[in-house]
Every structure is written in C-alpha cells, then in structure tokens.
C-alpha cells in the first residue's frame, strides 16, 4: 500500500513559480511510475509529467519547457517545479503512482494509488 500527500500549492500571479512536492510512504516507492496530473473546474483529468524508476521523464506538451518532474528516492519525495505559469495553468494538482512501473504512464487508468490534491491558482 502506497500513501501519497501533495503540498506546495498555492496563490501566485502570471509568471511565477511554485515547487509542488509529493511525499510518498512504501518501501518499493523507488521502483514505481509517478507522475502528476491536474483537473480544473469542469474538465477531466489531465496528464502533466512523468518519471520512472530511470528517472527518465515525459510531460505534456502544455508543459514542456516549463515545468520540471524530479524524484528523491531517499526521501520517498517526488517533486514538480512550475516556472512561468499560466492563467490557464489553474487547477488541482494530483501526484499519483504505477505499480506496473509503465515506461511511460500519461493515462489515468496506469495509476493506482493517488493523493488528496493540492489547488495551484494562478491569476492574471
């Protein structure tokens, strides 16, 4: 079983930067996919980065260039840099984990364990 909890979200205008950081708890955290998704109001689920136990990393093309996915195996941490972020960049943020420890794992459905959220509000 994997726990997983978000922090790092918050209020900041066009622009800035946030640091969104997910600590995870299990023994076996090194070898999972993890990777991070965002859901705004009325809109599903979306893919936003992934890195595997390579530390090989994906992201969406919505992100690429400005956001950064990094892991900390010791400290169970995986962690999400947001630079010059975007009205539309507003949503919760998700940190979730794949077991199957996919290459690559952009869906939804790869995931199994997931965290509370954490809201990241970006204003213009």
């Known amino acids: 079983q994997v726990q997983l909890v978000e922090s790092g979200g918050g209020l900041v205008q066009a622009g800035g930067s946030l640091r969104l950081s997910c600590a995870a708890s299990g023994r076996t955290f090194g070898s999972y996919t993890m990777g991070w998704f965002r859901q705004a109001p009325g809109k599903e689920r979306e893919f936003v980065a992934c890195i595997n136990w390579s530390s090989n990393t994906y992201y969406a093309d919505s992100v690429k260039g400005r956001f950064t996915i990094s892991r900390d195996t010791a400290k169970n941490t995986v962690y999400l840099q947001m630079n010059s972020l975007k009205p539309e960049d507003t949503a919760v943020y998700y940190c979730?984990?794949?077991?199957?420890?996919?290459?690559?794992?952009?869906?939804?459905?790869?995931?199994?364990?997931w965290g509370q959220g954490t809201q990241v509000t970006v204003s213009s």
């Open positions: 979730a984990a794949d077991s199957e420890r996919a290459y690559r794992a952009t869906m939804v459905v790869q995931y199994d364990y």
